[in-house]
C-alpha cells in the first residue's frame, strides 16, 4: 500500500495520521484519531489535562508506540499498526521532527552553544565549524547571542526555552512539534517564548503546538484542534472554534480556561 496520500491541493501533508489508538495498559489513551498537517500550517491543540495531547504529540515522532493506525511523516511511513520503522529508519525520519517539551531537556553539562551544536555534529555530521557558524545564526533568531557560552543553568526559564526551540532548529527539521512550552515559565517569560514561535510561524515554519495560551491560538494557529477523551472533538478556523464551537465539549472546556 503506498505510505503518501495527497490532500486536497495536490500536496502530501507533512503529518498524515489515521485511525491513531494508544493505550496504556487498560487505559484507553488515544482513541481513533485522524488528522493532518500541510506544509506552513500552525496547528495548536487544547483539551482538558489527561486528554491525551501529548501522547498525540509523542506518536508523531515516533515517541510512543501506537497499537493501531498510521502516522506518515514527509510522507513516509513511520508506524503502522503497531509496527515501527526499524531504528536505523526511525532515527532518519526523526531528523525531520523537532520537538520542545515544556521541562527544556537541556544538556546541563553543555554550555548553549554546546546544546545547539550536538545534534548537528553527531547526527548529522557537521563539522565542528559548520555547526558554530548554524548555532550562531540560530541563537540570534531567539535572541540569544549573548549567552553562548553560558550554562544552562545560569539561564532563566524563558531563556532555557529559547535555548531548546534554537537547539530543535538546528537539526533543520521539517516540522517542529511543541508540548506545553510555556507552562513551566513564570508568567513574565511567556511572551519572550511565545515571540519566537510567532516569528516561526511567520517564516512558515510547520508546527504543531499544545499550549494553554489562547492569545497566542486565536493570532497565530491556522487549526485549532481540541481534544477530549483520547477523541478529536472539533477542530476547525480558531475564530470558529473560540468564538462558535460546535460541541458542548468544546464550550466547557474554553470556559474553563477562558
Ligand atoms: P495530556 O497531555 O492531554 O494531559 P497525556 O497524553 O499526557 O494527556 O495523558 C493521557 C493519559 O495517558 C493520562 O491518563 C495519563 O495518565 C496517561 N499516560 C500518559 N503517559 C503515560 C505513560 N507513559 N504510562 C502510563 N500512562 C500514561
Ligand atoms: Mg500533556
Do not use: Y
Amino acid at each position: 500500500m503506498s505510505s503518501t496520500a495527497m490532500n486536497a491541493t495536490g500536496k502530501t501533508p507533512l503529518i498524515d495520521i489515521r485511525g491513531l489508538a494508544k493505550s496504556f495498559g487498560a487505559n484507553k489513551v488515544l482513541n481513533g484519531i485522524d488528522f493532518h498537517v500541510d506544509a506552513s500550517q500552525v496547528v495548536v491543540v487544547i483539551g482538558p489535562s489527561g486528554s491525551g495531547k501529548s501522547t498525540f504529540l509523542r506518536c508523531c515522532n515516533g515517541l510512543e508506540v501506537p497499537e493501531a493506525g498510521s502516522v506518515d511523516i514527509c510522507g513516509k511511513r513511520l508506524v503502522d499498526n503497531g509496527k515501527m520503522l526499524p531504528e536505523s529508519e526511525l532515527n532518519e525520519l526523526r531528523k525531520h521532527v523537532g520537538m520542545v517539551f515544556q521541562g527544556f531537556n537541556l544538556f546541563p553539562h553543555l554550555s548553549v552553544l554546546g546544546n545547539v551544536t550536538v545534534g548537528p555534529r553527531k547526527l548529522l555530521g557537521l563539522s565542528r565549524a559548520d555547526a558554530e557558524k548554524r548555532a550562531r545564526v540560530l541563537l540570534e533568531k531567539v535572541g540569544l547571542s549573548h549567552k553562548a557560552d553560558a550554562m544552562p543553568g545560569s539561564l532563566s526559564g524563558g531563556q532555557k526555552q529559547r535555548v531548546a526551540i534554537a537547539r530543535a532548529l538546528a537539526m533543520e527539521p521539517r516540522v517542529m512539534l511543541f508540548d506545553e512550552p510555556t507552562s513551566a515559565l513564570d508568567p513574565e517569560l511567556v511572551g519572550e517564548v511565545l515571540q519566537v514561535m510567532k516569528l516561526l510561524a511567520k517564516e512558515g515554519m510547520t508546527m504543531m503546538v499544545v499550549t494553554h495560551e489562547m492569545g497566542f491560538a486565536r493570532e497565530v494557529a491556522d487549526v485549532v484542534v481540541v481534544m477530549d477523551g483520547g477523541v478529536i472533538v472539533e477542530a476547525g478556523d480558531p475564530a470558529v472554534v473560540f468564538t462558535n464551537p460546535r460541541e458542548a465539549r468544546t464550550r466547557s472546556f474554553l470556559q474553563a480556561v477562558l
